[in-house]
């Protein structure tokens, strides 16, 4: 059974930096796209990043790009998300996501609150 659990969520001031890490289980996950996603209040859930099984490919999202990075350990089953100049708009819940192909497993999420 597939199992993501998120960390590293918290209160930052606008400007500040924090690093979300993902501990993954229970799946060959050197095989699966690996994904950041977060939802703020009132708002749609959205992928924010998202990296290659073999991390070489990379994509994000306009509003982060240049201000967060993605990474993978695959050894370790591992996805950090490295979140830099820090905003309020960058607020809301921040959940990890797999998916090998044909199916989304998610993690239960982790706050990140921008605020000074």
């Known amino acids: 059974q597939v199992q993501l659990v998120e960390s590293g969520g918290g209160l930052v001031q606008p400007g500040g930096s924090l690093t979300l890490s993902c501990a993954a289980s229970?799946?060959?996950?050197?095989?699966?796209?690996m994904a950041w996603f977060r939802q703020g209040e009132g708002k749609e859930r959205e992928r924010v990043a998202a990296?290659?099984?073999?991390?070489?490919?990379?994509t994000y999202a306009d509003s982060v790009k240049g201000r967060f990075t993605i990474s993978r350990d695959v050894d370790k089953n591992t996805v950090d998300l490295q979140m830099n100049s820090l905003k309020p708009d960058d607020s809301g819940v921040y959940f990890c996501?797999?998916?090998?192909?044909?199916?989304?497993?998610w993690g239960q999420g982790t706050q990140v609150t921008v605020s000074p």
């Open positions: 996501n797999a998916n090998p192909g044909w199916q989304d497993y």
């Open positions: 229970g799946g060959t996950f050197n095989r699966y796209i």
């Open positions: 990296i290659s099984w073999s991390g070489s490919n990379t």
